[in-house]
């Protein structure tokens, strides 16, 4: 017999009115539809769609997130700067996901700390835009913005924005996922092969200092295997995913209420962050994030003052829920150590408890004379030193990183073990937006965030 506890819990009106209180408010980093009944069309036939991830999910998450906010797991959330519909395939979804693995490994291991593991995966297609047009010689066009929108070529059709983008997206992000769970799930992530997660990459003093750490760990698992332990579970792992909420064309169709509790999830990701560019108090990203039940990051530049975070705190997170709110600062290393510790410090003394975590990458970008984006290693790896600095200056727990990484051999990022210089970078650059770390570079700065969280 069905109780009246198990019957589905319906959606208040006000509930539904409140979700849809964004079109109200000014929004920024939209595209420039040129068809708004298809749209329309694509919206409506998203929200026809199965959830991408589930609402039980999205509260484990927030419980995990919770436990690095107060010191007692970190956040490792990696993968690319905008994923393509080319890039979905089975050997690019798997280095990614290995290449996070074996970070999480290194961290774990290093730091003897849980380590919550997040790819920006199974989503992150769309990218904000400093400008709507680009120019090319004589040639103006809209801006690339992701192939959720329109494509890389710089041609008038491929440029033009396509709303059946938006369900292609979907049906890519699904598939994706779909892998993530099985290479988790299934046996690819048992520990007992930390060994195989090496192989196919060239050999270089990341590797080497990897394959240590992997002996180690192998020989601590048969010392309890021999013991008598069970180590079922450690053939499985979790693993989240996570986006910018950029597109509301997308991000509003994949919200759903829970049946159990009638409140609403984007159930397009399990984490959802709000960018730099689009954190306006009174703007559509923020009021929209607010209602839904996901835990949720914020992205904080350099000129970000402690009266905007405060107020962010308030609209994001009124009451003050342990995992609710993540704070993603992208200072620049140069910026870091001056911009970061009067935030902190006004946060402390209030009564909130968000988890802060470094984004390392998008306040180091530079071009070279040849025309390529690119970061210098160097600054990503003193924007991380520069982080834990101001956190052990102010007293708190410095709770995750956030980087753009790939698990391939690429040579986006200059520096490393590799010694990647600018004549170096043509040989193998592949992102169509922002250059990533690759394979090896990303080792490296897991071993530098495993010493730094055991010096904290």
């Avoid at 694509?42 to 999205?58: D, I, N, R």
């Avoid at 992997?214 to 332990?229: L, N, Q, S, T, V």
């Avoid at 950029?246 to 409140?263: A, F, H, N, Q, V």
């Amino acid at each position: 017999m069905v109780t009246m506890t198990e019957l589905p819990v319906p959606a208040s009106p006000e509930v539904m009115r409140g979700l849809d209180h964004w079109r109200t408010l000014p929004i920024k980093q939209q595209p420039d539809w040129p068809d708004s009944a298809a749209v329309a069309n694509a919206s409506a036939e998203l929200a026809t769609l199965p959830p991408l991830v589930f609402a039980g999910e999205v509260d484990i998450l927030r419980d995990r997130l919770a436990a690095a906010a107060n010191g007692t797991a970190f956040l490792l959330q990696g993968g690319d700067c905008a994923e393509t519909f080319a890039g979905a395939t089975a050997d690019q979804i798997r280095n990614r996901v290995k290449t996070i693995l074996q970070m999480a490994v290194v961290l774990t291991y290093g730091a003897s700390m849980p380590i919550v593991k997040m790819g920006r995966m199974a989503g992150q297609f769309a990218k904000p835009r400093s400008s709507d047009l680009e120019t090319r010689g004589e040639t103006t066009l809209p801006a690339y913005r992701g192939d959720i929108v329109n494509g890389y070529d710089f041609t008038g059709e491929s440029r033009t924005p396509d709303a059946s983008r938006l369900v292609r997206g979907y049906h890519m992000a699904a598939s994706t996922l779909n892998l993530i769970r099985a290479f988790t799930q299934g046996g690819f992530a048992d520990l007992r092969e930390v060994h195989s997660w090496n192989q196919g990459f060239a050999r270089n003093p990341a590797n080497v200092r990897y394959e240590k750490l992997a002996a180690e760990i192998d020989r601590a698992i048969k010392f309890m295997i021999a013991c008598g332990a069970d180590f079922e579970a450690l053939k499985r792992t979790e693993f989240y995913i996570s986006h910018e909420a950029l597109l509301m064309d997308y991000e509003r169709p994949l919200t759903r209420i829970d049946s159990r509790t009638g409140t609403p999830y984007d159930t397009s990701a399990h984490f959802v962050w709000i960018g730099e560019r689009t954190r306006q108090l009174d703007g559509a990203h923020v009021d929209f994030l607010s209602r839904v039940r996901n835990p949720i990051g914020v992205k904080l530049g350099p000129t970000t003052s402690p009266a905007d975070v405060l107020e962010l705190i308030e609209k994001l997170d009124p009451n003050r829920e342990p995992g609710r709110l993540t704070f993603i600062t992208r200072m620049g290393a140069g910026q870091i150590r001056d911009a970061l510790p009067p935030l902190l410090e006004t946060v402390k003394a209030s009564d909130a408890n968000p988890l802060w975590v470094t984004d390392p990458m998008h306040g180091n970008g530079l071009t070279t004379p040849t025309g390529y984006k690119t970061r210098r290693f160097d600054d990503v790896v003193d924007e991380v030193k520069g982080f834990f600095e101001a956190h052990r200056a102010v007293g708190t727990f410095p709770g995750g990183i956030h980087i753009e990484l790939t698990g391939d051999d690429v040579t986006e990022c200059l520096g490393g073990s590799e010694h990647i210089d600018e004549a170096t970078l043509a040989t193998r650059y592949e992102s169509l937006c922002d250059p990533r770390l690759n394979h090896m570079q990303s080792l490296e700065l897991a071993f530098l965030v495993a010493e730094e969280l055991v010096a904290r």
